[in-house]
């Protein structure tokens, strides 16, 4: 009951202090690399994509204007909203699945005029709000048993299944993946676990049998048996390994790429832009990216062990959560580690509803910082 | 409160140290990526490099050879053809109008046709699909445009395959048209199932071709080229890459073989021929296959396999005579007087009447406030039913339809499959209609008034059926009640030729069964019989003239009116009215009447007369004779 503003008036705390430069550093030049590369993916693409820099600079600019007011609100309010948000996000989902019945196939977006706003990518941060507002009552050195994992698994299962019936199963995952990391970090108990693992190697073959629709069972197909369908996405994958291979060490060079500039590549701005970085920068620049990606995922760390509450940290480790699988399943899908999932890099690839929510998510993470001295 | 404040705070410090779980993700997740650059770009970096330089792979869908179709003695009715089609690859093209000028004296078609083709195509495909410019090159022609491609990028020769229907239009409507899969049928089939089918691949369209597309699609196999950087087809050894990508050869499609007659599919051609009508024919035998189905006018699927023109396209869909309709199966009509057997069979069965009784038929009959009429001026005086099925008197039937009802007539009529879709092996059958009261009240509204009876005791009304149905149900009632399930695919067999699946006769109903309400005695099908021999051979019968030698058929005429219920319009004067409101004529008959082999039914449309179906049906059976009874046929020459 005593200190807050003590401590904010501590010099020692000067306002440059209480920023995460780490965090803001790495940001900055994730969002060059982004840039450059954009520059260079979209050489020879047709000319209605030729806005698609100019686009990204203004989503990039919103994503700078979203951090600072995110930063300057603070992160209290949205853990205050949290179930409001979820619920207003299931909402959402639901709407675009009326909507979406009367266009032909999957239908992901609500057309908002100047934005196609896409419930599913907010989805993900409202998944992260509310498990951390709800995990933030457990004691981590217990773990949780399996009582406890009866209400996330709802708040989980919900828009999970929304999400995947649209159908958009790479985020539908995300969902669980994010969620799974925290619930993992907060300790699950191990017979939990064990059952868990077990249920999945019951429910993977009826999952497979009934769940996936052709076009994703031949997308998994064609990763583990790329002779399957070599026109598809076999083809693909073949083209994108062989462009990040030919960088070699060293790479190319800005626009000399041949395999991005010869438009042997599909999806290039978007999922498979990581192809044309590695193939023009070769490991060199693979190794610089990843290591600036490594930074902002530990900076997020630093602030989690900084937080003042649980949900804070609990926050933290949903954002590095969301970062860390985008990279992973975007780079190991381009190299051929993963099957082709249509999931964007984080901060390079382009698209307005994935710079947004991610540097969103940033701006949580900036603020929990900014606020880690406080008392409230 | 404090308490609470402390215990959390003790959470939290130790969810701090569980900071470790996310430096172990973040530590083995970037180590796989890592490697696996490590790996592609260090220690396979100098060959993908190689790749990526000199030899990009080019792929080629290479679409497989469609199953052959043949007739039930195994000759072709379709098959594969090799075409040298000339091919440009938008994408590798810098000059659209030089490359057009350059091409259109060697394969003489207009420059500004060429650049017209490539745009649209750009626009409808973008940039990667090649376009077909020409099919069916010469060879004169073939060596030029490889002399052209020296100087030009994106020009290809390639091998396609033609799908070709030799007997050009006479299977049209049996065997139907393939083409290329459209991108509203794509995502159809990818949703059922058949991921292979991508853009750019041929499907069957319309029938057979379409109805067993799985069985004689085949899969289409993937050929990887070298190109140069400038995508020209690199030569030199054929290319594996880290083991991961071999050719994979094409997969042929299944052999489909029908039940159709080459001869008598050609007989029921030339017999339409000879006569000035459209129409259809369908000739069905014992078990239910298809011999001859031919609907007329007719079209010609082969122009449908090279890419039919938009000319040609809309000619055929605004040709008023509908020749890509296959009439015999997918228009349902009013049966008329073909409709009176199963009415006659109803009586019989039901005790209104029997073989002998005699039921005065004048040529007027009165019911509530209006007279229905006979199609003759004079009546038939008291006659049995063997004579009224003879002269079609509708007096006679109008009276039958009162005494029985219409839900007991549509009992038997569904019983010998009216009414519902036979289960043809086609698609788009039309399932005909017979209506009984609960039908009416379901879907008009209206209570059944009893008047409509007579319509439907003489086919009119809302009573509705394709010649499919009623040849059918003939061939039912010349079996003594046993329906088939008509069907014009007796087996499948593999490239191989090993039978992958049979199709066999299948009973669908049998009426001899005493078990069943729509139970028919053995005694009143022979009843009916003779009334249907009657119109074949008695003296006033109405299909005498069908009479061939040492051959008897037994049958039905029908002359069905179009437009509007009432029974007394039917005969007024058919021939001054527009041709669309004209009568149909109808005949159906099997034979030999002894031991029935064989049904056949025929339209024709807007005839105004049953009696322009009657020659086309002779001249059907005399085909079948000469084909499968020759024997007696050589009797006839030694009487003369």
Redesign the interface.
Request: charged residues 15%; proline residues 4%; hydrophobic residues 45%.
């Given at each position: 009951m005593i200190h807050s503003d003590i401590m904010v008036s501590d010099p020692s705390k000067s306002l440059f202090r209480r920023i995460n430069i780490y965090l803001i550093g790495s940001l900055i030049a994730l969002n060059l690399i982004g840039l450059v590369n954009l520059l260079s993916a979209t050489t020879n693409i047709a000319r209605h994509l030729r806005g698609v820099f100019n686009d990204q600079m203004i989503w990039i600019s919103l994503g700078w204007l979203l951090i600072f007011f995110i930063t300057a609100i603070g992160y209290r309010v949205f853990i205050r909203l949290a179930y409001v948000i979820y619920a207003l996000n299931i909402l959402a989902l639901i709407a675009v699945m009326v909507i979406g019945k009367s266009s032909?196939?999957a239908q992901r977006w609500i057309d908002l005029g100047f934005f196609n706003y896409q419930p599913s990518e907010t989805m993900k941060l409202a998944m992260i709000l509310v498990m951390a507002r709800y995990l933030s009552r457990?004691?981590?050195?217990i773990g949780m048993d399996f009582k406890d994992l009866l209400i996330p698994g709802l708040l989980i299962g919900l828009p999970f299944a929304l999400t995947a019936k649209q159908p958009d199963l790479g985020t539908a995952l995300l969902i669980l993946m994010v969620t799974g990391?925290m619930l993992?970090?907060?300790?699950i108990r191990f017979r939990v676990l064990l059952s868990a693992l077990c249920l999945a190697l019951i429910a993977g073959p009826v999952v497979w049998k009934v769940g996936l629709?052709?076009?994703q069972?031949?997308r998994v197909l064609t990763f583990l048996y790329?002779?399957r369908?070599?026109?598809?996405a076999g083809?693909n994958s073949?083209?994108a390994?062989?462009?990040?291979?030919?960088?070699?060490?060293f790479g190319k060079g800005f626009r000399n790429?041949?395999?991005s500039q010869?438009?042997?590549l599909p999806e290039k701005q978007t999922d498979f832009i990581f192809c044309v970085l590695?193939?023009e920068y070769?490991?060199l620049g693979?190794?610089a990216t990843?290591g600036i990606?490594?930074i902002l995922?530990?900076s997020i760390?630093q602030t989690?062990?900084?937080?003042?509450?649980?949900e804070a940290?609990?926050m933290c480790?949903g954002i590095?959560?969301l970062i860390?699988w985008h990279v992973?399943i975007n780079?190991?899908m381009v190299?051929?580690?993963l099957p082709i999932v249509g999931v964007p890099l984080p901060l390079i690839s382009y698209g307005g509803t994935s710079t947004l929510t991610i540097m969103a998510g940033l701006g949580w993470v900036s603020s929990i910082y900014f606020r880690k001295d406080m008392f409230g | 409160m404090r308490l609470n404040i402390i215990?959390?705070s003790?959470?939290?410090k130790?969810?701090?140290k569980?900071?470790i779980?996310?430096?172990i993700?973040?530590a083995v997740?970037?180590s796989?990526?890592?490697m696996?650059?490590?790996w592609?770009?260090?220690i396979?970096?100098?060959?993908?490099?190689a790749?990526?330089?000199k030899n990009?792979?080019k792929?080629i869908?290479v679409q497989p050879p469609r199953g052959v179709i043949f007739d039930r003695f195994g000759r072709i009715l379709a098959e594969n053809l090799p075409n040298f089609a000339l091919t440009l690859s938008p994408?590798y093209i810098k000059n659209t109008e030089d490359l057009a000028e350059h091409l259109s004296p060697i394969i003489d078609i207009p420059a500004q046709d060429i650049t017209h083709e490539i745009k649209k195509s750009i626009r409808q495909n973008g940039?990667?699909r090649p376009v077909v410019i020409k099919n069916f090159l010469s060879w004169t022609e073939i060596n030029k445009v490889e002399l052209l491609k020296l100087d030009f990028q994106g020009i290809d020769i390639e091998e396609l395959i033609f799908r070709s229907q030799p007997y050009k239009d006479l299977f049209a409507h049996a065997l139907g048209y393939i083409g290329e899969v459209s991108s509203r049928e794509l995502?159809r089939l990818?949703?059922k199932?058949e991921?292979?089918v991508?853009q750019g691949d041929i499907i069957g369209k319309s029938g057979l071709e379409d109805r067993y597309d799985s069985y004689a699609r085949g899969v289409p196999g993937?050929s990887?080229v070298k190109v140069d950087?400038k995508g020209r087809e690199a030569l030199g050894e054929s290319l594996k890459?880290l083991g991961?990508?071999?050719d994979?050869p094409p997969k042929h499609g299944d052999n489909l073989h029908t039940t159709l007659d080459l001869d008598l599919q050609q007989a029921a051609a030339d017999a339409f021929k000879k006569t000035e009508y459209t129409g259809a024919l369908i000739a069905i035998n014992r078990e239910g296959e298809i011999l001859a189905l031919y609907s007329h006018p007719t079209f010609d699927p082969n122009d449908f396999s090279k890419g039919i023109t938009s000319q040609k396209w809309s000619s055929l869909v605004n040709n008023p005579s509908k020749p890509l309709r296959n009439k015999a199966i997918q228009d349902h009509l009013s049966p008329g007087s073909t409709f009176k057997p199963f009415v006659a069979l109803s009586a019989l069965q039901t005790k209104k009447i029997s073989e002998n009784s005699l039921v005065s038929a004048p040529s007027a009959f009165r019911f509530g406030n209006r007279t229905y009429h006979d199609h003759t001026q004079t009546g038939q005086g008291s006659i049995t039913v063997t004579q009224a099925i003879e002269m079609s008197s509708n007096v006679f039937f109008y009276k039958q339809g009162l005494a029985v009802g219409v839900d007991t007539i549509a009992q038997y009529a569904k019983a010998l499959g009216l009414g519902k879709l036979t289960g043809i092996d086609l698609k788009n059958e039309a399932p005909g209609l017979i209506p009984t009261t609960e039908w009416k009240k379901l879907n008009r509204g209206e209570p059944w008034q009893e008047g409509e009876n007579l319509n439907i005791a003489i086919g009119q009304g809302y009573v509705n059926a394709t010649i499919l149905q009623l040849a059918n149900a003939y061939m039912a009632i010349a079996m003594n009640g046993k329906v088939y399930q008509p069907r014009l695919i007796n087996k499948v067999t593999n490239p191989r030729g090993d039978t992958i699946q049979e199709f066999p006769a299948l009973l669908v109903t049998d009426l001899g069964d005493e078990s069943k309400p729509y139970y028919i005695s053995a005694e009143n099908f022979k009843v009916v019989q003779k009334g249907l021999y009657r119109v074949a051979n008695g003296e006033h019968g109405t299909a005498r003239s069908s009479k061939i030698p040492n051959f008897i058929i037994a049958g039905k005429t029908g002359t069905a009116q179009v437009r509007g219920f009432s029974a007394d319009e039917i005969y007024k004067s058919c021939y001054v009215r527009p041709l669309k409101q004209r009568h149909n004529g109808l005949f159906i008959a099997y034979g030999p009447y002894e031991t029935p082999e064989i049904t056949v039914a025929v339209l024709t449309e807007h005839s105004c007369s049953s009696s322009k179906s009657v020659p086309i049906v002779r001249d059907f059976y005399q085909s079948y004779v000469a084909k499968y009874h020759p024997d007696r046929l050589s009797k006839t020459k030694d009487m003369k």
């Open positions: 032909y196939g457990f004691d981590p050195r990391l993992l970090t907060m300790k629709k052709p076009y069972k031949n790329p002779n369908d070599p026109r598809g083809y073949i083209q390994k062989i462009a990040v291979g030919s960088g070699q060490i790429g041949s395999q010869l438009e042997f590695s193939e070769g490991f693979c190794i990843l990606y490594a995922l530990l760390i989690m062990i900084m937080a003042r509450d649980m940290a609990l480790v590095f959560a860390l992973f780079t190991g190299t051929g580690l | 215990h959390e003790y959470n939290l130790e969810l701090h569980r900071g779980v996310l430096y993700f973040l997740l970037f796989l990526v890592l696996r650059l490590v592609l770009q260090i396979q970096g100098d060959t993908l490099y790749f990526s330089e990009l792979l792929e869908r994408q940039n990667y995502p990818q949703e199932g991921i292979h991508q993937i990887f950087a890459f991961h990508i071999d994979l």
